[in-house]
């Protein structure tokens, strides 16, 4: 495929008028493809986004998808704490200006950005440009102030450096990912360090007196999957780091879908899921997506240690390689052995006095200012420190 060859670009607003050829080719596995956009855009998240495609072609075929979204963004989620109590006593009195309108590439709970490619593209970088002057127009179009990519791996950087001279870089919350070189739960825990692993396997003897049993499972029915839902949400209600509000329904979607299983650990006495970790099984890739802790056990069950191994021996029989664990909650994946995968907004605002603010801040964001758990673990690795 040439080089310097033209893209058109062509907005859509539903996976469904996309082929399926083309979702299989641009998100093959292990990328969460057309039936994750599915799920999302039957869940009824109206009230939380509107969904979008941009669909990329050549002069002869469509050969990229840029999954997309908008979202009114609460202020205080972009605004550094300093000026958040100025922010909300604007807010009080404009309540529109509690919220900037965005328009995101990427998908609200996806790990990763991507804009997915047909093999034979050679110029990644045209393609992606062609996208952002799209957005451009899309966003005016929109009413969004704002545009992102949003939580773009570092092997993008290269492309966005070769043209987005107006979009300013915006240090994300790492993901995180641990290796199984051999598809076994031993070369799991080989790539640990050794204080690291004697911690864990104490921990792991401790979970394995607890009163519970574990559970492999697809398609739950509804007992289950009330349960299964009621453990999700005390588990988001406990977070401090709050983008997107899944329903009951996207649960009930995505649990149909044949990469969905659900690890549950049910108390051995009443049968009760007091956990449960919904993976997807993509080839060699697990992704290990949510999770959900009945709080009320006792801590001495170590439920969450339970689960993990629970997780690792049922991605070791799927002859996968790696799971990967998402953002957040970072102080007990770091301790599972967990690699921070650095991963990098692109943004602009239209307003070029409000860019250039954005961009000074962004300049101050890093790990160490973003989560009190990355703060202490780069006290111990300094080097680990993304740079961008």
């Known amino acids: 495929m040439k080089s310097n060859m033209k893209f058109e670009v062509k907005w859509v607003n539903s996976e469904s008028e996309i082929s399926l050829e083309l979702w299989e080719a641009c998100f093959p596995s292990p990328f969460e493809g057309r039936w994750w956009y599915k799920a999302l855009e039957l869940s009824g998240l109206q009230d939380q986004f509107t969904f979008m495609y941009a669909v990329v072609s050549d002069t002869s075929e469509a050969i990229a998808i ?113 290796r199984l070189p051999d598809a076994t739960k031993a070369s799991y825990l080989a790539t640990l360090k050794s204080s690291r692993r004697n911690k864990l396997n104490k921990k792991l003897r401790l979970a ?27 588990t988001y209600e406990k977070g401090t ?62 439920l969450y240690f339970k689960l993990w191994e629970a997780a690792v021996d049922w991605t070791a029989s799927q002859q996968a390689k790696s799971i990967q664990s998402g953002q957040t909650g970072y102080s007990p994946k770091i301790e599972l052995g967990h690699t921070l995968v650095p991963l990098t907004n692109y943004c602009a605002h239209e307003n070029p006095f409000i860019q250039w603010i954005y961009a000074k801040v ?27």
């Open 208 to 234: 394995a007196e607890s009163p519970v049993d574990v559970e492999i499972m697809q398609k739950p029915d509804k007992a289950s999957m009330n349960a299964i839902f009621s453990l999700f949400w005390q």
């Open 362 to 388: 962004a300049k101050t964001i890093n790990w160490d200012t973003l989560d009190e758990d990355l703060a202490t673990y780069l006290q111990a690795y300094p080097d680990e420190k993304p740079k961008i």
């Open 241 to 302: 780091t709050k983008f997107e509000r899944l329903n009951r329904k996207f649960f009930d979607l995505i649990a149909n879908e044949s990469y969905a299983h659900f690890i549950v650990l049910r108390e051995r006495n009443s049968h009760n899921i007091v956990a449960f970790m919904l993976c997807f099984a993509l080839g060699e890739h697990v992704i290990n997506k949510f999770i959900g802790i009945d709080y009320k056990k006792p801590k001495e069950w170590f």
């Open 66 to 178: 840029a999954p997309a979204f908008v979202m009114d963004v609460p202020m205080r989620l972009v605004l550094p704490p300093p000026l958040i109590p100025f922010a909300n006593i604007v807010g009080y009195a404009f309540p529109s200006a509690r919220y900037q309108r965005t328009l995101f590439i990427g998908s609200p709970c996806s790990d990763e950005g991507r804009v997915g490619m047909l093999t034979g593209v050679i110029n990644r970088s045209k393609v992606l440009q062609s996208v952002n002057q799209a957005m451009e127009l899309q966003a005016k179009q929109l009413n969004a102030s704002m545009r992102v990519w949003k939580d773009f791996p570092q092997d993008y950087a290269k492309d966005f450096s070769a043209f987005a001279i107006k979009l300013f870089p915006l240090v994300s919350f790492p993901g995180t990912v641990v």
